[in-house]
């Protein structure tokens, strides 16, 4: 009885800590200023601050990350761990120079046909897909003062027609973009904050996976692979 009561509890902690995970709103927030050098911050937040990823980057210094986990703060050294990739890189270069010809032979037999994807059933299930995502995820809050100027007129004048719909369209936002036409130049700060919520991105991937177009490839993907092995997978 004492084990089934400690799983019992495992399991409850386990359930909470998943909900929590799917429930709790993560929010973003980001600023920026760009003059002689650009600079960034910003941070990832979740738990209502309790759990909080900060960065910042600046144009002739390192990445700078610190996680803060309910009051405890852990700097993060992204500078050790871009060497340890870049190392990493060369020597995967190196094997794949040796061995150009047995890869070229596995691309070719990996290659897919195209046409099955691209069409437009599926290109349409994929652009709402992105449109939903890119809906649910755009800022609560978008502040943009910037100085734009192009060493051709002509595209700073492509810059005020495109700036005048945009303004138009984005209205709710605080843009104010000001061309500049006797100089090149880019310079201004934003900011932009906003939350993503995880049930809603997991029901609109769900409902795209679900959709006759898609369902019909993953289950004929599933059958190939049920019926032959690995040879019959694209």
């Not at 990832?44 to 900060?54: A, N």
């Not at 009051?71 to 890189?89: A, D, F, Q, V, Y």
Request: aromatic letters at 10%; one cysteine or more.
């Amino acid at each position: 009885m004492l084990l089934l009561s400690i799983l019992g509890y495992i399991l409850l902690t386990i359930g909470i800590l998943l909900a929590a995970i799917i429930l709790i709103p993560y929010n973003y927030n980001v600023v920026g200023e760009k003059h002689a050098e650009l600079e960034v911050s910003g941070s990832v937040s979740w738990l209502f601050g309790g759990i909080k990823l900060i960065f910042s980057r600046y144009s002739k210094q390192n990445k700078e990350m610190t996680l803060m986990f309910l009051g405890i703060t852990k700097k993060l050294n992204i500078h050790k761990e871009k060497s340890k990739e870049r190392k990493s890189k060369k020597e995967l270069d190196k094997a794949d120079s040796k061995h150009g010809k047995d890869t070229k032979t596995a691309k070719s037999k990996k290659r897919f046909d195209s046409s099955t994807y691209l069409k437009k059933d599926i290109i349409q299930k994929v652009f709402s897909l992105v449109v939903n995502i890119l809906k649910h995820c755009s800022p609560k809050t978008l502040t943009i003062y910037a100085r734009i100027g192009f060493n051709d007129p002509m595209y700073t004048g492509f810059l005020c027609a495109f700036n005048s719909q945009l303004c138009f369209l984005v209205n709710k936002y605080d843009i104010n973009i000001q061309p500049v036409f006797d100089e090149e130049v880019i310079e201004g700060r934003f900011s932009i904050g906003g939350r993503i919520w995880l049930p809603y991105l997991i029901l609109v991937m769900i409902g795209f996976l679900i959709t006759k177009p898609i369902r019909n490839i993953l289950l004929a993907k599933m059958k190939r692979k049920n019926k032959g092995g690995p040879k019959y997978v694209r």
